[in-house]
Each structure stands twice: as structure tokens, then as C-alpha cells.
């Protein structure tokens, strides 16, 4: 079992809908989240980090639930320019060989 | 406000050849990572960096090498090209080595023939 799965989609949603996909980890002692975009041949990009209290962003949101070990990311009211791919990623310890990135979900919204 | 950056951006590469990939960290920022992603995967952290110090190693290839120079820029070197190190290689940094709040460069395409 992969250490963070997520639902590779794709997510096929037309603009202005809402959509929220889950990340699952598997390792409890995890200590923080985050999403990330990622962009067809670009570089990821921190989209923002997830904190225990859940937070919100503009159009995004997004949660954690360290009882069932996911985290969510909710997008509202969504545009053209949120198709990406959306990585969740997951900091074990503090070190860097525990920075696990998702697989991704990929999220294409049609006009 | 200036971002990671990486040289060259493309590159085309022989088996057996040697490549060496470049990456310029944030100002300031301490800690640089080393990342492969292949064709329609997850990034794959190879090495990273804290204060010109290796800090951790992941699935890196004995055949590369890193490191981290006095001005913190960092050099991945790869010798004896394969196909199978076809990929987009990023660079990231980050201030702290406990975070995973990570800075992307817009990566390095390694393309071996």
C-alpha cells in the first residue's frame, strides 16, 4: 500500500461546479499536509498547506481528519485555470526523505 | 521576488553520456532538494541538502551525485546515462529543513537517446 494514495481521477467537472477529491495517508505519525498544483509539464507549486482546524483559501478549502487519516481539498465555484493536477504531499518527520508527495488528482474543468 | 532556478532546461543526452544539472535556491533559503518525475508520475525525491551538508537520500542512483557549493547553489551529476533517466528533473529549496513548504524550480528536461 502506497504511503499516500489518491484518486487519480480524471475529474472531468464544468466550470462553476464544485468539486473536492481525498488524499489518504497511511503512516499516523504524520505531522503536516499539504496540496499542491502541478501543471501539465510545469513545476509543482504549493497551493497551501492543511491545518488540523481546516482552512480556507478564496475558492479552496481544505480539511483534515487525522482519526480516518485523509485529508480533503474542496474547490468552489470552479474555473477553467483550476485544471491541473493536484498533488497531495505529506511531511512524516522532519526530515526530507519523509516529504511524500500523492500521485495526484487530475482535475479538468470544461466550459 | 526571485524564485528557484535551474539550467538547463532542456537537455539531450546519449546512453553512457554525463549530464550535470544545475539549481540556484531562493536567497536565503537553506535547505535544496533534488526531485525525478517521469512520464505521468509523482515527483521521486533523489537528495537534499541543509547548510552545504547532505541531509537525506532517497532512491538517487549510485551512478548520480550531488552537492551543495559555499554560494548554496547545487549540482546533480549523472554519469552513465540510461533511458530509464529520461524524466523532469526539479529542483526545490526551502528555508528550514522541517517544513514541507517546498519552492519548486520549473525543472530540467533530461531527455537520454
Known amino acids: 500500500r502506497k504511503e499516500v494514495e489518491q484518486d487519480p481521477g480524471p475529474f472531468n467537472v464544468p466550470e462553476g461546479a464544485t468539486v473536492a477529491f481525498n488524499c489518504t495517508y497511511s503512516?499516523?505519525?504524520?505531522?503536516?499536509f499539504f496540496w499542491y498544483r502541478q501543471d501539465c509539464r510545469k513545476e509543482p507549486k504549493l497551493l497551501m498547506s492543511v491545518y488540523s482546524s481546516g482552512n480556507e483559501d478564496g475558492r479552496f478549502t481544505a480539511q483534515l481528519n487525522r482519526a480516518s487519516q485523509y485529508i480533503s481539498l474542496l474547490i468552489r465555484d470552479s474555473k477553467l485555470s483550476d485544471s491541473a493536477t493536484y498533488l497531495c504531499?505529506?511531511?512524516?518527520?522532519?526530515?526530507?526523505?519523509?516529504?511524500?508527495f500523492g500521485s495526484g488528482t487530475r482535475l479538468s474543468i470544461r466550459p | 521576488a526571485a524564485g528557484v532556478i535551474q539550467s538547463p532546461r532542456h537537455l539531450i543526452k546519449e546512453k553512457r553520456e554525463t549530464a550535470t544539472l544545475k539549481c540556484y535556491p531562493i536567497p536565503r533559503h537553506d535547505t535544496v532538494y533534488w526531485y525525478q518525475q517521469g512520464p505521468g508520475q509523482d515527483p521521486q525525491f533523489l537528495i537534499s541538502f541543509y547548510e552545504k551538508m547532505q541531509s537525506d537520500k532517497g532512491s538517487i542512483p549510485d551512478r548520480f551525485s550531488a552537492q551543495q557549493f559555499s554560494d548554496y547553489h547545487s549540482e546533480l551529476n549523472m554519469s552513465s546515462l540510461e533511458l530509464g533517466d529520461s524524466a523532469l528533473y526539479f529542483c526545490a529549496s526551502s528555508l528550514g529543513q522541517d517544513t514541507g513548504e517546498l519552492f519548486f524550480g520549473e525543472g530540467s528536461r533530461l531527455t537520454v537517446l
Open positions: 503512516n499516523s505519525a504524520s505531522q503536516s
Open positions: 504531499v505529506v511531511l512524516l518527520y522532519s526530515s526530507a526523505s519523509k516529504i511524500i
